[in-house]
């Protein structure tokens, strides 16, 4: 199993930016790699995904316009820049790859997972 290394979660107030991180601990090759996050009681839900070699990004609804996903190709790095951060953004964060090739929005897509961060925004 490839492990992936979250960082960058925070406690701040709404309004604010925070930055995640991804590292993959090896070079395996993913198509895409996402981004979910998960609060108790609840199913973990999509919030962003990239293609590695086109670049090609997808947002939840609920983030489009404040958050945005990139990756560094020679460092293999995946980011998370979210803006404007409201209350209803916490939850833990987490990093995804080993994407199957289905849809990119679906937990179930995705064979690798990291240990997650936690992001708490309050009002």
């Known amino acids: 199993q490839v492990p992936l290394v979250e960082s960058g979660g925070g406690f701040v107030q709404a309004g604010s930016s925070l930055r995640l991180s991804c590292a993959p601990s090896g070079r395996t090759f993913s198509a895409a790699m996402g981004w979910f996050r998960q609060t108790p009681g609840k199913e973990r839900e999509f919030v962003a995904a990239?293609?590695?070699?086109?670049?090609?990004?997808y947002y939840a609804e609920s983030v489009k316009g404040r958050f945005t996903i990139s990756r560094d190709l020679g460092e293999n790095l995946v980011f998370l820049q979210m803006n404007s951060l409201k209350p209803g953004d916490t939850a833990v964060y987490y990093c995804?790859?080993?994407?199957?090739?289905?849809?990119?929005?679906?937990?179930?897509?995705?064979?690798?997972w990291g240990q997650g961060t936690q992001v708490t925004v309050s009002s």
């Open positions: 990239i293609t590695w070699v086109m670049g090609t990004e």
């Open positions: 995804a790859s080993g994407y199957k090739g289905a849809s990119v929005y679906t937990r179930d897509s995705y064979d690798y």
